[in-house]
């Protein structure tokens, strides 16, 4: 019912940037929370950053102040813009996006296929 495309991954160096897109299509009623995960080889999946309907943010303290999310409601894409990429933050990324579809009642969560990011020289 909904499918998540997500794009922008890619190998950069270290001290680089990137930005992540991820588009929601579908039989979308409402979009709620857009979050953006991550998972490195060996470790649990972890939460980097989240924008909810109204505007608000959080974000993974690995991240604040490199990381920038944000989402264009009219698209239905949530973003987010990288910089100041180390080594760490190598990963695949994954969107979640919280939605109510139409005709439906509850709110779900559902992911993109994750999109790889490798911060290499």
């Known amino acids: 019912q909904v499918q998540l495309v997500e794009s922008g991954g890619g190998l950069v160096q270290p001290g680089g940037s990137l930005r992540l897109s991820c588009a929601a299509s579908g039989s979308i009623f409402s979009i709620y929370a857009m979050t953006w995960y991550r998972q490195a080889p060996g470790k649990e999946r972890e939460l980097v950053a989240g924008?909810?309907?109204?505007?608000?943010?959080n974000y993974a303290e690995s991240v604040k102040g490199r990381f920038t999310v944000s989402r264009d409601n009219a698209k239905n894409t949530v973003f987010l813009q990288m910089n100041s990429l180390k080594s760490e933050d190598t990963a695949v990324y994954y969107c979640?996006?919280?939605?109510?579809?139409?005709?439906?009642?509850?709110?779900?969560?559902?992911w993109g296929k994750g999109t790889l990011v490798t911060v290499s020289s």
């Open positions: 979640n996006v919280q939605v109510s579809v139409k005709g439906g009642t509850e709110v779900l969560p559902y």
């Open positions: 924008i909810g309907s109204s505007g608000w943010t």
